[in-house]
């Protein structure tokens, strides 16, 4: 239907350059995925969101968050998995555009998951769009990853003195617990990741000088530093504890 | 595209290919000079897409139909070739019953007739061929008057099309138009009032329908004033008239004859065969609209009716055309070709479809997405209309279909998430006031719950904070409930145990033993369930993915805890517990379990009929959003299995031509002889021949084994549809006995007991006058308190009624949404639940929900 105005077998302007395949096998698996990519997420977004929004167009079989490669947190983009094919396309139809978290998001077809796409692709772990970014965007860790480093080594020529260190901090500090990151270690595929709330003592007395994360999120106080992710749940899955179990049975 | 295809699809447009230009003459012209510059060495481009546009743009048929006609002035062939596709086209769309196609082509077919492309008279026979196919239908010997949803929809369609032709055809053919008109009329004497009370969105509207008139008769009316006016249609553009000295000289041509599909004759088979066979043709013949009066009738536009149908029309086409195409569906959507504005009825009709019952012809979520971009699209006037829709609704939301109910929830709070969640949620305030069972603080409560799972909580807290009375209707903070927190916990210890197991990354085997010589031996399955679920669910807490792995992994463990139908209810129990604070992770929890086949759809509504989940059935949606799940996983499997099944057919086919070639092509050279010193020797070469044997072997075990997998797959979906009847009998089992305990009791007299009070419908007949005043005055203070007022008169429903009112309602929705898996099964429930001494009530929704007629009861 509407042939008239939409070239349908256009599927996606985007080429992933790293499927294995010429144009013809991509297309031909763009047209019988069931697999969507979603991207322009906030780095808050939780898979529950993407649960409740995605199943408005279908039966969800998977969800697999993309992470930062080195911090294992997410990064902005997403692989849904559905069982039809319809409700994939209906997914692209009817989603792509609208709001999450007050962003805009992109969903478009993907040629289907694999062990490994889940990592950012970007060199500092994020995705390549974080990379080069020049504006502040709170909703994916403030600055892009060269402005941050930028801003960083300029903070370290100069000593601005403790209180103008707010205006500008390096970035977050996640991936500081010398690459542990699984949690219990039942399930660490590498699609693990730990929630983004984890401050180190830094960051936390940072953070109790605001008020609440939300508030702050949208004052105009340009911080390049993630506040804290208020959808976490904080009980039952204490991150901490089971770091110190594990140096107990150490 | 170049530039003659563009001109083509915009003409009639208000856009910058014309120059902005709004003269439709104009446009005409413009476009006629182009594509006859162009005619010459594109001369089938421009007819198939001709063709196309008026196919797939037919709010604007009239503009296609003069520019083939014009250019039937220079090249006649043009015309007739058009004709002739137009005959194969609408003979194709009547045999493979495609209602869209049937309808548009039809139009193009009236407006052809008016460019002097197409005769009178072959417009006269498609009437009069579909007529008698209609009078046939509903003819008890020669027909199958369960057919007759496909009459009605013949002659709705040679009525849609009289106001695009009407005038011409008077003029041309009096007579025969005058006998078309008088079979409509003799058709209508003998039809029956079709009265669908399984599709009536406002269950006070139930008693109504059958004074009411229905769709066709309506329709019916609408044409006969319309034929008093002369004809005068606002919303039909007729660029013909600009061009008539022109057109007049054109030849016309006649129609081939067409036919329509007969339909089975009716055997005197059993009433539910024949009730069975009239709701598969009301499925595939459907009604295409069910008005929704949202608005008082002073707000809505003043439109003559017939205006409001045919713009109606235009706005389904536009849906229907547009969907996947966001940029065009709104723009057309927002500037169609009528000189009055129709944003309220816009509003109206998309929210009818929202609405649509049984099923929206798309996904809900696409109205949705619809409504943002009107939005946009018109920032100064829709905003304000669907916010009004929405106060009607929610002013009524009690007299609201259970499943329309839900719809609007989803549909509300998704639309808020798209713009920051903005509401006024003051004007709703006084719900916090209601018992906790009223539909509107239930409505509430669960647009708030829905909108914390599209963004978190504080997010929503603060947009409510103009009503912070409301806060109490938030969901609990999300947090999950471990049972184990302190050494003094019972359980705690093993639970310690067991997730360190986990931990270590133990097997699942290791694990099942370990629960059977330290919890089961010790302590006793149940008690071992708690510890399992409660651990293993704290393990897997931290997000979708995180629960997935976990059952993965140890869902073993919990179906060997859990292998009969209590043991898997205590399981769910469990969930529940664990996640009492966050509906959603229970619903996702119960239903990937059920995915892995660790607890079956059986047990989940038998916790669903459970009785601390019977006392939420009016105040929450979290026992039936768990129990739609459940029933939707099942139905969708068995449709899968059909698609599989289709698909493997598909390939047997093709895999015994393959095999039938192959044999035949070896037989072939096996046989071929050549004489070679007065001998008969076999031509061919040992080599080939072996190899085309291999070859007709191989082809013959892939044609076995894809017959196999269908077999297999033919063996699953028997099972599937074993299990899916027994989930049904159970589901209404349910149903029944709790329905059973707490309905009124029939009173002597055999008359139904009435749980809606009539007043109550009254007071909201009322409520909805005054919303239009409410909207105006905006900002006075005195509307809220008003508002509490009429409020608590309203509630004066007692919590048991409400509670059958809202149960009764799901009886009738999941009846009705699965319908088509429950009428094969008919007669099994008829013998097991519905007979008897069942209530009245429950039967009634069931039926209902079915499409069954109540009154043989």
Known sequence: MASLFKDLAKLSAYRDRRFPGNQEEYEGALQTSTTVYVGNMSFYTTEEQMYELFSRAGEIKKIIMGLDKNSKTPCGFCFVLYYSREDTEDAVKYISGTMLDDRPIRVDFDWGFEEGRQWGRGRSGGQVRDEYRTDYDPGRGGYGKLVQRELESQRELVDYGAGALSAFQPPMPYGRHGGDYGHGGSHRHGRDYRKRNREDEHSASEMSRRTSGYESRRSSDHDSRPEKNPRFRESGDSDDEDDDDQKRRR | MSSWQTLLLRVGDKCPEYGGAVDYKEHIET???????????????????????????????????????????????????IVDDLHCKLQEALSSENCDKIRTLMRFLTVLMCSKVILPSSVIEVFETLLSSAATIIDEDAGNPSWQPCADFYITCILSCLPWGGTELIEQVPDEFDRVIVGIQSYLSIRKHSQDTSFIVFEADEDKSAKEKDFVEDLW?????????????????????????????????????????????????STISRERENYEAKLKYPQRLRRLHIFPSNKIEKMQPIDRFIVEEYLLDVLLYFNGCRKECASYMASLPVPFRYEYLMAETIFSQIMFLPQPPFKPIYYALVIIDLCKALPGAFPAVVAGAVRSLFNRIGDLDMECRTRLILWFSHHLSNFQYFWPWEEWAHVKDLPIWAPQRVFVQEVLEREVRLSYWDKIKQSIENAPELEELLPPKSVSSFKYNSEEDHGYTLSKEFREMVRGRKTAREITSWVEENIIQIHGSKFA????????????????????????????????????????VLLIDEVSSYWKNNTQMTAIAIDRMMGYRIISNLAIVSWVFSLSNIEQFHVSDRPWEILRNAINKTYNRIADLRKEIQTLKKSVLLAEDVAVKALKEFEAAETRLEVVDGQPVQAEKPGRLKRLKGYAEKAKDDEIAVREALEAKDALLARALEENKSL??????????????????????????????????????????????????????????????????????????????????????????????????????????????????????????????????
């Open chain 2, 221 to 269: 009316d609408h044409i006969q004033i319309l034929s008093t006016n002369g004809w005068k249609v606002d919303s039909v553009p007729r660029p013909h008239l600009s061009f008539e000295e022109q057109l007049v000289s054109g030849k016309s041509y006649n129609l081939s004859p067409i036919s329509c599909p007969k339909q089975s004759t009716s055997s005197s088979r």
């Open chain 2, 728 to 857: 049904f009998v159970s589901l209404y089992k349910s149903f029944a006995n709790v329905l059973t305990e707490r309905l009124p009791p029939v009173s002597a007299d055999g008359a139904f007991p009435k749980l809606r009070d009539e007043e109550d419908i009254d007071s909201m007949a009322i409520d909805l006058e005054e919303s239009s005043t409410m909207e105006m005055d905006h900002d006075n203070r005195r509307k809220d308190d008003r508002n509490g007022e009429k409020v608590t008169h309203r509630y004066s429903l007692k919590e048991q009624d409400q509670w059958c009112l809202c149960t009764l309602g799901y009886v009738k929705a999941f009846s009705r949404q699965y319908a088509t898996e429950v009428w094969p099964h008919l007669e099994t429930l008829e013998a097991e639940v519905f007979g008897g001494d069942i209530h009245p009530l429950f039967r009634k929704a069931v039926f209902s929900g079915l499409c069954r007629s109540t009154t043989e009861m």
């Open chain 2, 529 to 568: 369930i708690e510890v399992v679920i409660q651990t293993l669910l704290d393990i897997g807490s931290k997000s979708f993915t995180h629960l997935i792995t976990v059952l993965e992994r140890y869902g073993q463990v919990i179906a060997k805890l859990c292998t009969d139908q209590n043991m898997q």
């Open chain 2, 31 to 81: 476009c006629y000079g182009v594509l006859w510059r162009e005619f010459e060495h594109s001369k089938d481009e421009i007819s198939e897409l001709l063709l196309q546009c008026a196919e797939q743009l037919p709010h604007k048929i009239p503009f296609y139909g003069v520019l083939v006609g014009m250019i039937n002035l220079e090249d006649e062939d043009f015309g007739k070739n």
